[in-house]
């Protein structure tokens, strides 16, 4: 499907997280905006959903993340500066940030929770079916993941992303169980959060992009507290499931998990060695190191 003709127009980025896998720099960093190469973690959540045809993010933040809304923000000095420096192709690139998208942001005052932030995203985003991206999972692939979802999507399901972990890895995902509606789609029946290897109903994990429709709020808003004291985005889908409303599809592409120091480090060098500028310098520093 085109990205213009595909049903989903708004995407939430929840953002409000602590980081206390990159501690110490995400104490005043958030983790989203650390650079991939010299493009932030969130340029590639933004970039993703754009290119699948979404119009609209709400960001979701909390107090210290004012960088995140601020980097697709105008910035008169800046784009002045460069005016008069004739510096034309970096003015370019300062404006096509702000024109990516229109981008709303609203405080989750605490951080209870990946669920709990998505309820709180409720104002922005009506009564229509929405994507979410979690910015710290990035993902490369040809066609944007969260399209590859929302192509999968039908009315009145959630749709899940679904990627394939060593059983041994299992307690660092949710984790789905259900019938192969085909060898990428996935009718899922229940869902379980973090299990130890030997409990986990399969080794398809759930991974930070997803498409939920309205009435997910209503479910979030009855969701008790669950796992760490958090109310567990997990825990509403695993409701829907039950209703068997949830399609779990295995999207191509690769996966990175930015949130932590060592996936970090991969993508890094993964998207430094796609960049033709970099990549033969880039050898050589390696080849220096090993
Ligand atoms: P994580 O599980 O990665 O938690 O959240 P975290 O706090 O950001 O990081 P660690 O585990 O302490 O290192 C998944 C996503 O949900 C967002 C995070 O920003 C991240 O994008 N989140 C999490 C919120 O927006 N609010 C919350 O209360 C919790």
């Given at each position: 499907?085109?990205?213009?003709?595909?049903p989903?127009?708004?995407?939430?980025l929840?953002?409000?997280?602590?980081?206390?896998?990159?501690?110490?720099?995400?104490?005043?960093?958030?983790?989203?905006?650390l650079?991939?190469?010299?493009?932030?973690?969130?340029?590639?959540?933004?970039?993703?959903?754009?290119a699948?045809?979404?119009?609209?993010?709400?960001?979701?933040?909390?107090?210290?993340?004012?960088?995140?809304?601020?980097?697709?923000?105008?910035?008169?000095?800046?784009?002045?500066?460069?005016?008069?420096?004739?510096?034309?192709?970096?003015?370019a690139?300062?404006?096509s940030?702000?024109?990516?998208?229109?981008?709303?942001?609203?405080?989750?005052?605490?951080?209870?929770?990946?669920g709990?932030?998505?309820?709180?995203?409720?104002?922005?985003?009506g009564?229509?079916?929405?994507?979410?991206?979690?910015?710290?999972?990035?993902?490369?692939?040809?066609?944007?993941?969260?399209?590859?979802?929302?192509?999968?999507?039908?009315?009145?399901?959630a749709?899940?992303?679904?990627?394939?972990?060593?059983?041994?890895?299992?307690?660092k995902?949710?984790?789905?169980?259900?019938?192969?509606?085909?060898?990428?789609?996935?009718?899922?029946?229940?869902?379980?959060e973090?299990?130890?290897?030997?409990?986990?109903?399969?080794?398809?994990?759930?991974?930070?992009?997803?498409?939920?429709?309205?009435?997910?709020?209503?479910?979030?808003?009855?969701?008790?507290?669950?796992?760490?004291?958090?109310?567990?985005?997990?825990?509403?889908?695993?409701?829907?499931?039950?209703?068997?409303?949830?399609?779990?599809?295995?999207?191509?592409?690769?996966?990175?998990?930015?949130?932590?120091?060592l996936?970090?480090?991969?993508?890094?060098?993964?998207?430094?060695?796609?960049?033709?500028?970099?990549?033969?310098?880039?050898?050589?520093?390696?080849?220096?190191?090993?």
């Amino acid at each position: 499907m085109s990205p213009a003709a595909r049903p989903v127009k708004t995407a939430v980025l929840p953002v409000a997280g602590l980081g206390t896998r990159f501690l110490p720099v995400t104490k005043s960093v958030p983790k989203e905006m650390l650079p991939l190469v010299d493009r932030p973690c969130i340029e590639y959540a933004v970039a993703e959903a754009v290119a699948a045809g979404v119009e609209r993010v709400v960001m979701v933040v909390s107090r210290g993340k004012e960088a995140l809304a601020d980097y697709f923000d105008r910035n008169p000095l800046l784009e002045q500066h460069l005016e008069e420096k004739g510096k034309e192709e970096q003015l370019a690139l300062v404006r096509s940030l702000s024109d990516m998208c229109d981008v709303v942001t609203i405080r989750q005052g605490e951080a209870l929770g990946l669920g709990h932030a998505v309820l709180t995203a409720r104002p922005g985003v009506g009564d229509q079916p929405f994507a979410v991206l979690l910015a710290d999972d990035v993902v490369d692939a040809e066609r944007p993941a969260i399209g590859q979802l929302i192509d999968a999507w039908e009315p009145g399901r959630a749709v899940v992303a679904l990627m394939e972990v060593p059983r041994a890895e299992t307690r660092k995902y949710g984790v789905c169980a259900g019938e192969w509606l085909s060898p990428d789609r996935m009718s899922v029946s229940a869902m379980v959060e973090k299990p130890d290897p030997a409990d986990a109903p399969s080794n398809h994990a759930i991974v930070g992009r997803y498409v939920l429709p309205p009435d997910i709020f209503e479910i979030l808003r009855r969701t008790p507290r669950g796992r760490g004291g958090e109310i567990q985005l997990t825990d509403a889908l695993a409701a829907l499931a039950v209703q068997g409303r949830v399609t779990g599809k295995v999207f191509e592409g690769q996966r990175f998990d930015t949130g932590n120091v060592l996936g970090w480090l991969d993508a890094t060098l993964h998207f430094a060695r796609k960049r033709p500028d970099l990549a033969g310098p880039l050898a050589e520093i390696i080849a220096r190191h090993s």
